[in-house]
């Protein structure tokens, strides 16, 4: 988004956005109310080449996505399993994946302070979007949304 409010339509960037599910914060943030100093020591420990791998493949771990599917993530608790399961495994390990993860995580994939902020970038990108979400987003992240 940033990229994107910085060229506008300059004729070397896309001619349209997509945002999908889009939120200007990620779930820690949502959840405690604003960015924590701390967020920060996450992102590095992950990052840590020898502490990083082993935190992460801890939190992506079959028990763990598939206890998160169940309780927060999917409206249907038993859509993900067998080949969907093991596509969702993949990506998990995906080299890089524990660097973008964290980050999404924590509210740092697209830094702004604000939705106001989100929402300006938006408007500064001059291209067309084409606003995604699911029937069943839930209510708090659709109000965002729509906005």
Known sequence: ???????GR?????RKEVLVAPTWRGPLPTMMGGQRAWFSRVRAAIDHPVVGPLLYRLNVSRHV???MAREHVYSDPDWLDGDRLA???????APGARHSSVRFVTGALDRV????????????ANLPILLNYGDQTP?????EMRR
């Not at 596509?87 to 390990?93: E, G, I, S």
């Not at 106001?116 to 938006?122: E, G, I, N």
């Open 1 to 7: 988004m940033q990229q994107a409010g910085r060229h």
């Open 10 to 14: 300059d004729a070397h960037y896309p």
């Open 65 to 67: 996505i598939t206890m």
């Open 87 to 93: 596509a969702k495994l993949a990506v998990t390990r």
């Open 113 to 124: 302070d604000s939705r106001a902020a989100f929402l300006d970038l938006a408007r500064r």
């Open 139 to 143: 209510p708090k992240s659709r109000v």
